[in-house]
């Protein structure tokens, strides 16, 4: 048990790569405190699941694009658990794919909103109630590379995660550690929104290892980045795309 005694919140916990680092941190020991924005249902079943197992969670409505929702899910783990050893910063999208002769600033605020400042919020509003512990923030392969077309936006943001990862890790160590994952083709429901099908079975088809990453890669990183396994990382973002981008 990695993670046995241990506190976590994962935003964003409710699908995906969320939902999967919330099983697996737990199976690890942590409590866990997910955030979800709008429907509760694959929250309290990501929930359901983990008390099943005789683990401990609380799911969380918050908008965590404001200081009054980042305020909530923290304010309620704090009374749940007594505190916070782990942060999972997984809420983010792309929302739309937008050139930037497309978008208005709007759009731009609310991806950086989305994706950074949420990050930084989450972040601030944790540290008081953290004596030691880890930060995990998602990047994306798209802070390397650009990203795809009309991401310029996302890609922004993300590779703003990336050096954000860092600064903070220079300034909270050695008490706290901060490192970040850069996931590529994770068969998510962001590529089923937002990746052709084709451009999927064509990453499979190029990709080293001949498929797409699924959201148990990603939450086995996170949880390798979480516990004492990476005690000596710090700064880090680490690709995990498959092979497809090597930095």
Not at 34 to 60: P, T
Not at 115 to 138: D, R, Y
Not at 140 to 147: L, W
Not at 158 to 181: C, F, Q, S, W, Y
Request: net charge negative; charged share 20%.
């Amino acid at each position: 048990m990695k993670l046995n005694g241990k506190t976590a919140i994962i935003t964003g916990g409710g699908r995906d790569i969320g939902a999967a680092a919330a099983r697996k941190l737990a199976s690890e020991g942590a409590q866990v405190a997910i955030s979800y924005f709008e429907s509760s249902k694959g929250a309290d079943a990501v929930v359901a699941e983990i008390e099943r197992a005789g683990g401990k969670a609380i799911a969380v409505q918050a908008d965590l694009n404001t200081q009054e929702g980042v305020d909530k899910l923290v304010g309620a783990t704090v009374d749940a658990f007594g505190g916070v050893d782990i942060l999972v910063n997984n809420a983010g999208g792309l929302i739309a794919r937008k050139t930037i002769a497309e978008m208005d600033l709007a759009h731009w605020n609310n991806v950086m909103t989305l994706n950074l400042t949420s990050t930084f919020m989450m972040t601030k509003a944790c540290l008081p109630h953290m004596k030691s512990g880890a930060i995990v923030n998602l990047a994306s392969q798209a802070g390397r590379d650009g990203g795809g077309p009309g991401a310029v936006a996302y890609a922004t943001s993300k590779g703003a995660v990336m050096t954000m990862t860092r600064g903070l890790a220079k300034e909270l160590g050695p008490d706290i550690r901060v490192n970040a994952l850069c996931p590529g083709m994770i068969d998510t429901d962001f590529h089923n929104i937002h990746t052709p099908d084709a451009g999927r079975r064509g990453f499979e088809a190029n990709a080293p290892v001949k498929r797409q990453g699924h959201v148990d890669d990603a939450a086995n990183l996170v949880l390798f980045l979480a516990c004492d396994d990476s005690a000596f990382m710090t700064g880090t973002n680490i690709d995990i795309n498959g092979g497809m981008l090597f930095s």
